[in-house]
């Protein structure tokens, strides 16, 4: 296992280096969604409309933060589960996003569209929230401020801590 510091947004050389049990210190720009901004993703790509952030090399952080305290971008922004987002997923890695962040396993499906499409899917840690929202330099709502904390936000993250549960070669940590 070995530690790796990469920056968003990724490549497919970045994802081909990554094993099962890497951890991964994440910089640059992560886009939240939750199950709600997810659906809303899939239905503007029904509509042919354009998205609120590039799906090429992007990478997804399922979490719903709280409200930011005095002098900080954001509240606790820990990471939500992630079999909420299976029905949506591998679309989203067919047109480019090259990793989600969550907790939880993924479906068969969604293992599948990780090996297909290059990409990897992180864990963060569970509880962690306040820890995780440390990392967190800035934090804007770019679409679906409607949805409260699940509106999609891009975030600003220096060394993000992740770790590689599944790879782009069908690699699971937890089997």
Same mark, same amino acid.
């Given at each position: 296992?070995?530690?790796y510091?990469?920056?968003?947004?990724?490549?497919?050389?970045?994802?081909?280096?990554?094993?099962?049990g890497? *951890?991964?210190?994440? #910089?640059g720009?992560?886009?939240?969604?939750?199950?709600?901004? !997810?659906?809303r993703?899939?239905?503007?790509?029904d509509?042919?409309?354009?998205?609120?952030?590039?799906?090429?090399?992007?990478?997804?952080? $399922?979490?719903?933060?709280?409200?930011?305290?005095?002098?900080?971008?954001?509240? #606790?922004?820990?990471?939500?589960t =992630?079999?909420?987002?299976?029905?949506?997923?591998?679309?989203?890695?067919?047109?480019?996003?090259?990793? #989600?962040?969550?907790?939880?396993?993924? #479906?068969?499906?969604?293992?599948?569209?990780l090996?297909?499409?290059?990409?990897? $899917?992180?864990? *963060?840690?569970?509880?962690?929230?306040?820890?995780? =929202?440390?990392?967190?330099?800035? =934090?804007?709502?770019?679409? !679906?401020?409607?949805?409260?904390?699940?509106?999609?936000?891009?975030?600003?993250?220096?060394?993000f801590?992740?770790?590689?549960?599944?790879?782009? $070669?069908?690699?699971?940590? $937890?089997?």
């Amino acid at each position: 296992m070995q530690t790796y510091r990469l920056t968003t947004p990724l490549t497919e050389a970045d994802c081909l280096q990554l094993r099962i049990g890497d *951890a991964v210190l994440l #910089s640059g720009t992560l886009y939240t969604a939750r199950d709600a901004a !997810h659906k809303r993703l899939i239905e503007a790509l029904d509509r042919d409309e354009e998205l609120p952030f590039p799906l090429q090399g992007a990478v997804i952080y $399922y979490v719903g933060p709280t409200p930011a305290p005095p002098g900080r971008p954001i509240g #606790s922004a820990g990471p939500t589960t =992630s079999y909420r987002m299976d029905a949506f997923a591998p679309r989203l890695y067919g047109l480019g996003v090259k990793a #989600s962040i969550g907790k939880g396993r993924r #479906s068969p499906e969604v293992r599948k569209a990780l090996e297909d499409n290059r990409a990897v $899917y992180l864990g *963060a840690t569970g509880g962690a929230g306040a820890l995780l =929202s440390q990392c967190i330099l800035e =934090s804007r709502i770019i679409a !679906h401020e409607d949805l409260g904390p699940e509106a999609i936000r891009a975030m600003t993250v220096r060394d993000f801590p992740t770790l590689v549960v599944n790879d782009a $070669y069908g690699g699971e940590l $937890y089997t």
